[in-house]
């Protein structure tokens, strides 16, 4: 966006314009505003895709402003953005003859081609930029480089990000857009690296140290993401959403009792959020708490009925407790929201017969069968559908099937080594269990999850115990 003369304006005095430029509008009484204070009312309503305003805007601009240059700038943006190329255009060979070696003149008429799919004239008033830019290349490759990113183009996007930071690396804006280029590219070591030279420039940008935790948090760095987060808060204690995706990234951590005192402080500024609610409830589910869990996922669908997980969620908790008539009702809700999900087909058969109604559950059972087979969580769902109506050596047999398709998941060998403790063969548990240890260590707090009565079993402490040894010694070596 082409911002001329408002790097003098807070954005609380271009709020406060546009506000008082839309009392006027509605009373039909327009008063005066300088071009400085038009371009900031006009590129609010740019950015938020209101181009029936942002035209009205101008309209009013001109007739105050007539002559004015910025104003037709934006009057060029505005035609491309409605696909009004032709008009666009135009105004932009009247600028050009104005402002001959203006570069932005150019980059706006290279945005208008690439509208256009028009890729060859786009490259050339773009090289026609660049040659007269004047020691300002990096502020050409720059809008050039946003201007693929907004396109989808993400390896132009790169490359001319690239070349803008390498031209300057001291330029905050294409250092930003390049990192969130990488982002948005599903690079994230890339990404991380220049968010990073970012913050070495400007440790006090809390949008950057949020940015740097979502990415964190999507390469499971998550005591990363988390500091990022606190970072944020701590420069913006009113960034709502990083103290959200704190409370998600605790939870990704296992961290369930930290995750829900920040999801609950998350609460306290947005009560109305149906989404925090169904996570604290996911939270003490993991806590096995369930009765907890429960109201929380009440509370999520009282906010938000069309919820289909809350329904989902509370629906397990209930066939678990062998309330199958009200897991039958809210299942039936679930699917009702969500008819295509296979595994909550699974559940809702699983109650079905549970309750009799032996022809719903063959024909859900059958719905089921397009869950995809290959994934562990089919068969630790389905080994959990047994488990619930205490089909507790049917839910084992299931599990050893899937342990042999997937010796590496420590989470089958894991439940399968908790359903084993439920019926008191602790030797064959203790196998499966240091099955998961051998691969990670720390997985027994799936077992511990799962069934909290193993944290109070001698024999599988010691093992733990002994493998916790032998990770510090491997450490130590290294």
């Known amino acids: ?18 506000d008082r430029y839309l009392q006027m509008l509605d009373s039909g009484n327009m008063g005066y505003f300088d071009v400085t204070e038009f371009e900031g009312i006009i590129d609010t309503f740019i950015d938020e895709d209101n181009l029936e305003d942002a035209q009205t805007a101008l309209h009013h601009g001109f007739t105050q402003h007539p002559n004015s240059l910025s104003l037709r700038k934006r009057e060029a943006s505005v035609y491309t953005l409605g696909g009004q190329y032709h008009e666009a255009l135009t105004t932009l060979e009247y600028l050009r003859k104005i402002e001959p070696d203006n570069y932005d003149i150019y980059i706006m008429a290279g945005d208008v081609y690439i509208h256009k799919n028009e890729t060859e004239k786009a490259f050339s008033v773009f ?21 693929f990113q907004q396109s989808d183009n993400a390896a132009l996007a790169e ?21 969130y280029c990488y982002e948005k590219n599903n690079k994230p070591q890339e990404s991380i690296k220049y968010y990073n030279e970012y913050l070495d420039i400007d440790p006090f940008s809390s949008t950057v140290w949020y940015n740097l935790g979502i990415v964190y948090n999507q390469t499971e760095l998550y005591d990363k993401a988390i500091e990022c987060y606190d970072y944020t808060l701590a420069l913006a204690d009113d960034f709502k959403s990083a103290l959200f995706n704190k409370a998600n990234t605790l939870a990704n951590a296992h961290r369930y009792r930290e995750a829900i005192e920040s999801y609950l402080e998350y609460l306290k500024e947005d009560p109305t959020c149906a989404d925090a609610y169904l996570y604290v409830g996911e939270c003490y589910s993991n806590l096995s708490e369930p009765d907890t869990s429960y109201k929380f996922y009440e509370k999520c669908i009282h906010l938000d009925p069309d919820n289909s997980e809350a329904w989902y969620n509370a629906g397990r908790i209930l066939m678990f407790r062998k309330k199958h008539y009200k897991a039958y009702r809210l299942f039936r809700q679930a699917l009702r929201l969500d008819p295509e999900r296979p595994i909550l087909a699974l559940f809702f058969a699983n109650v079905a017969e549970a309750i009799g109604k032996r022809r719903v559950a063959r024909r859900f059972y059958f719905k089921s069968n397009r869950f995809e087979r290959d994934t562990p969580q089919f068969w630790l769902l389905l080994a959990e559908c047994y488990g619930s109506q205490g089909k507790i050596k049917s839910a084992i047999s299931i599990l050893k099937k899937a342990h042999t398709k997937f010796e590496e998941n420590t989470v089958i060998s894991c439940r399968l080594a908790a359903y084993l403790l439920e ?23 799936d077992l511990f999850n799962y069934y909290p009565k193993a944290k109070h079993c001698d024999p599988i402490n010691q093992l733990i115990s002994q493998y916790r040894k032998l990770k510090q010694f491997d450490n130590h070596e290294l």
């Open 1 to 18: 966006m082409d911002q001329g003369d408002m790097d003098y304006l807070e954005d609380d005095q271009i709020q406060e314009n546009v």
């Open 127 to 147: 090289q026609k930029a660049i040659s007269i830019a004047n020691g300002e290349e990096d502020d050409v490759f720059y809008q050039i480089g946003c201007i």
């Open 159 to 179: 490359k001319f990000l690239l070349i803008a930071h390498e031209k300057n690396p001291e330029n905050e804006n294409a250092l930003f857009e390049l990192a």
């Open 423 to 445: 019926i008191d063969d602790q030797e064959n548990a203790m196998t499966y269990l240091e099955d998961a240890l051998k691969i990670d260590v720390e997985s027994y707090n």
